[in-house]
Structures are given as structure tokens and as C-alpha cells.
């Protein structure tokens, strides 16, 4: 594969504007924050820079709710900062990818607004998903991912409308060409503006089944669970081709689709390396594996997952996805908790460690790595007490449904998945320095800092070398020297299988090997794994190697050749 491409061989920073930085005190991060930050990026030593929505909003859903694709939310900046965001990116050599949200619009959006009036003379209706009631009630059973049913009614026309996600992000119709021309039209004049990609927002959702049926429906759930349904639809691989011909092959541009619900043998066909759809997808197996084993409850628990299981499945995805498709590789984003505290440990004895265990887990894999802000600080989960102290409408419509409405939960036990799961631990204030609010605004934030942000900060992070940062940049940089970490073949350890506390693979490229040994445990345990006696050690997170005995969150990676 010593053809690979520039995207192969990258590393994404993801940048959460309304968390990164606050340049004109109004609590909400901005552009220009991100651009008076570009530096400290840089340094990292990423290639791409990836910004969750910026557009015009009706702000319900952090941006995910666009009410004009082509304007920039004011609270953010204007279409000029924008520019020069871009334009100082260039100039430091990194590239910048855009949110693509089309599965849905806000309802504010033009669009939606004109498809309010019925009739099949406005060629608006059709570019969204209307239906008529059934006997009195919603088309059908399927829930909203964030509670309620998936269906508003719209009295004026006598019918309801389809939104996935909140009423006021309704779905958009992609059955009908009209809407897939606007979409592509639209992305085309992002083009003419010099960005470098999109990350398609829940883009295996845009193909929705014939006839709508009814979704399986838990026991106790008061909705169907439509996600298996409308993931990976009948028509999703048609419309991406047409986007590619249409938009995509145009440009050099990195690609990568959040792709709820994508098995395996969906990814080989979204992310083929033949290039005719996307570069890569998001896949959320190792994020749904510590949910709720009651699917009434989704994603609202507060058990960890092991070891056995989550190897597991990263094994499988290195391995099926080799030398035919490209993944991508994250432990962060916006929607997820806090990697160190999820699958790590968030004690001040044990975070700077496991945080690099679980970087270096990571960026020694095959595919494209993200990395989420503050991930490279080890930014913790923000342990929430209050259900006032969230932000997020998913966390407070699981909460009022769950809690109030069923009463499947108690109020505290609610409170402690919350803790868990929310997104809101993902959106915290990013922590810059020990100064009020962290450095991120000198107004109240619109979410609250975390207050360990006077030990937890960017500033103390680049003063101190053995810094959870300077391992991260210690890992981008040995995958831009190292054609091994890109091309080598995956191998789990065969003694490895099964293990319930090290995670220990290969990584090989002709005569070169690279052996990452991780122990994801807080206890001392002994391995022994065969070294060539020429190995040298690539990275490891104690200051000496006690060869086959492993202290608590251990991680030593080796190469050698042949
Ligand atoms: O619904 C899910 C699973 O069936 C979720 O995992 C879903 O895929 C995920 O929440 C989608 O996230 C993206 O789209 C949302 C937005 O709120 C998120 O921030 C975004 O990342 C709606 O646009």
C-alpha cells in the first residue's frame, strides 16, 4: 500500500466551537477563538482540523439543527471570520473538514418552512418525509433518539412529519432528486470556498425503508426502536455514488461518514478503498458496548465494559476492513463521555497514565485517528450533580421520559447515568489555563467549566514534558515517519485472546514489527510476551520497562526488524 493517501496517513483534531474558545466574552466559544488557537493545533502536529457545525441554527441540538447551510451562526462569527479561519489553517498546513448535517434541517430552514404548505404543486412538500395520520395516530411506532414519538402533527395540513431527532430537526426526503441536487449544489459552493472535506452527519439514516413499517418494540419502551430500520437503508450506497460523482470525486478531500448502525459489511461498501463513496465511516459498535442491556433504557447505564469485549471488537473491525476499506479510530467525540473515564481511570494516581495507555491503543491501529479537544490534556467527565447543571436535550428528555414520565428510573440512578453517558462531559469548556473559567471566556460559560481545570489545563499540560500532550504529539508524529503504522498488517497476540486485564498486538511491514502491550487494569500483572533482543522501545508511559511485569495502566510499545 505504498500508494496510500494523504488522508490515510493523517491525523484529525476535532474542534467543538462553542467549547474551544471564547473570543469576544459572551460565554460561547467563536471562529476567531479557533483561529487565536490555531497555533497550539499545530503543535499537536495533526494534518485536519474537523468543526462540528457552524452554519445558522435554531440552535436545539448543538448545530445539528441548520437553518441555512450557507451562513455562518452569528453566535460564532461571520462568513469572514470563517475565511480567515481557513485561510490561516492553509497557512500553517492544516486542512479543515466541515459537518455535513442532511440527514434532517432545522425547521427553521427555508426549505421546511415552504414544504408547510400542502399540495403537490410545491415542489417543497416532497423534501420532506409527510404522511398522512393512521386511524387517528402517527404513521407509525418509531420513537425519537431523543424521546418522544418520531412524528409531529401539523394541523394546518393534516399531517405529520418524520424527524428522527427533535421535532424541530425534521428529515429530509433524500428519495426525492430535487433535494439530493440542492444538497450537492450546496456542497459544490462550499467547494468554491477551499474546505477540505466533510464528516457526514448520521448519513447511514438518509435512505428510509418502503412503507415506513413499524419498529420492533420493547417491552417496556413507549416507542419502536426504528435505528435498525433506517441505518443503512435500501437506496444509502445509490445516493452516496450519485454524491460522489456529483460533488466528491471533484475534490481531494477527506470523507467520513458518521454511520449509526454500520455493520461491517456496510462499511466495506461506504469506506471501499475503490473510492466511490466515502474515505471512511464512524463506527459505534466500541461506543454502544457499555449501554443499557434493557433497550427501554438505550444508552443510560453506569457499567463499564471489559476488556474481553471491547478488544474484541476493535480486533474485528482491524482485521475485516484490511486492504479493502479504511477506518477511522477514536475513543472521543462530542457525543461520547470522556475516554480516561470511561475505559480509563480518572483517579489522580492513575489518569496521566491510563490516558496514554489508551492513546497509544489506539493510534497504533490501521485507519485515520481523531482526536476529540481535550482528549490530548486527558480531560475527565465533569460528574454533574445537578440535572440543572446540563445543557444537553438529549440528557434532559431521557431524563424527563425515563424518570417523571415511566418511572423506569429513579432520580438518583438517573443522575449517575447521566454522570456516565451524557454528552455534556464531552462539551465542557475546553481547560487552557488555571485563570477563571480556564481560560475559555471571561463570562459565565454557557456549560459549566470543569472545576478540575486548575490541575487540568492546556498551560501546565505544555509546561511539563511527561504531559498526557507531548505523548499524543509523540504519536502523530511517529505515524508521519513510520509507513508501518498506516500499512502494517493487524495482528492480535494469539496469547492474548481472552485476556482480561493486557491488550497486546502486532502491527507488521516487510522485515519491521511493532508490538503495542497495554495493561488496561490498576492492578501489577506479569506477561511474557518474546522480545528480539534488538527491539527498541517506540513509546511507553513509565519512565523504565520492568520487562514482563506490568504496573497499573502500562503501556510499552516496540519495534524491531526481522
Ligand atoms: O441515534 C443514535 C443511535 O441509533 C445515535 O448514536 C446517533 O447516531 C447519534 O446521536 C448521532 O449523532 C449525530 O447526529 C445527531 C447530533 O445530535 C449529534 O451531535 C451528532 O453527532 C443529530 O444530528
Do not use: C
Amino acid at each position: 500500500m505504498t500508494d496510500s493517501k494523504w488522508w490515510q496517513r493523517a491525523v484529525v483534531y476535532q474542534v467543538y466551537p462553542k467549547s474551544f474558545q471564547d473570543s469576544d466574552n459572551d460565554g460561547i466559544g467563536d471562529l476567531k477563538g479557533i483561529t487565536q488557537r490555531l497555533d497550539y493545533i499545530k503543535k499537536l502536529g495533526v494534518d485536519v482540523i474537523w468543526l462540528n457545525p457552524i452554519y445558522k441554527t435554531s440552535n436545539i441540538d448543538g448545530g445539528y439543527d441548520i437553518s441555512d447551510y450557507q451562513a455562518i451562526n452569528p453566535t460564532l462569527g461571520k462568513m469572514t471570520d470563517f475565511e480567515e479561519l481557513l485561510h490561516k489553517a492553509h497557512q500553517l498546513g492544516l486542512k479543515v473538514m466541515m459537518d455535513l448535517v442532511v440527514n434532517h434541517s432545522s425547521f427553521e430552514h427555508e426549505w421546511f418552512q415552504r414544504s408547510l404548505v400542502k399540495g403537490k404543486e410545491n415542489p417543497y412538500r416532497d423534501y420532506y418525509i409527510w404522511r398522512d395520520p393512521v386511524a387517528g395516530h402517527e404513521p407509525n411506532n418509531w420513537g425519537s433518539f431523543f424521546s418522544g414519538p418520531a412524528w409531529t402533527y401539523d394541523e394546518a395540513s393534516g399531517q405529520y412529519y418524520l424527524h428522527l431527532f427533535a421535532k424541530e430537526q425534521p428529515d429530509l426526503n433524500w428519495d426525492n432528486p430535487r433535494l439530493r441536487h440542492s444538497i450537492f449544489e450546496m456542497m459544490n459552493w462550499w467547494a468554491t470556498k477551499g474546505i477540505d472535506g466533510f464528516r457526514m452527519d448520521v448519513i447511514s439514516f438518509i435512505s428510509k425503508p418502503e412503507g415506513l413499517p413499524d419498529a420492533p418494540q420493547g417491552a417496556q419502551a413507549l416507542y419502536g426502536d426504528a435505528g435498525a430500520l433506517v441505518a443503512n437503508g435500501a437506496h444509502v450506497h445509490q445516493y452516496l455514488h450519485e454524491m460522489n460523482q456529483e460533488v466528491l470525486k471533484k475534490h481531494d478531500w477527506i470523507t467520513v461518514g458518521e454511520t449509526a448502525g454500520v455493520t461491517v459489511d456496510e462499511a466495506l461498501k461506504y469506506a471501499a478503498l475503490d473510492g466511490s463513496e466515502l474515505n471512511m465511516v464512524f463506527q459505534f459498535e466500541h461506543m454502544g458496548l457499555d449501554g443499557n442491556k434493557n433497550p427501554a433504557l438505550g444508552k443510560w447505564d453506569n457499567r463499564r465494559v471489559g476488556l474481553p469485549e471491547l478488544r474484541e471488537n476493535l480486533v474485528k473491525w482491524q482485521k475485516a476492513l484490511a486492504g479493502k476499506a479504511w477506518n477511522s479510530l477514536y475513543w472521543n467525540n462530542h457525543d461520547q463521555p470522556r475516554v480516561v473515564s470511561r475505559f480509563g481511570n480518572d483517579s489522580s494516581k492513575y489518569r496521566v497514565l491510563s490516558a496514554k495507555m489508551l492513546a497509544a491503543v489506539l493510534h497504533f491501529m490501521q485507519g485515520t485517528p481523531y482526536i476529540y479537544q481535550g482528549e490530548e490534556l486527558g480531560m475527565t467527565n465533569v460528574y454533574f450533580k445537578e440535572l440543572a447543571d446540563y445543557r444537553d436535550l438529549e440528557s434532559l428528555n431521557a431524563y424527563h421520559e425515563l424518570v417523571e414520565q415511566e418511572k423506569l428510573v429513579d432520580k438518583q440512578t438517573m443522575l449517575s447515568y447521566l454522570q456516565v453517558h451524557s454528552r455534556d462531559n464531552a462539551r465542557t469548556p475546553m481547560q487552557w489555563d488555571d485563570s477563571r473559567n480556564a481560560g475559555f471566556s471571561e463570562q459565565t460559560p454557557w456549560l459549566q467549566v470543569n472545576p478540575n481545570y486548575k490541575k487540568i489545563n492546556a498551560a501546565a499540560a505544555l509546561e511539563d514534558p511527561t504531559s498526557v500532550f507531548y505523548f499524543y504529539q509523540r504519536l502523530i508524529k511517529l505515524r508521519h515517519e513510520l509507513p508501518i503504522i498506516t500499512e502494517g498488517k493487524f495482528e492480535l497476540m494469539p496469547e492474548n485472546e481472552g485476556d482480561h486485564a493486557v491488550f497486546a498486538y502486532t502491527r507488521q511491514l516487510a522485515k519491521q514489527t511493532i508490538l503495542v502491550i497495554a495493561n488496561f487494569t490498576a492492578e501489577v500483572v506479569t506477561r511474557n510476551y518474546d522480545l528480539p533482543h534488538v527491539a527498541k522501545t517506540l513509546v511507553k508511559n513509565y519512565p523504565d520497562d520492568q520487562k514482563e511485569k506490568l504496573r497499573p495502566y502500562e503501556v510499552k510499545v516496540y519495534m524491531y526488524e526481522d
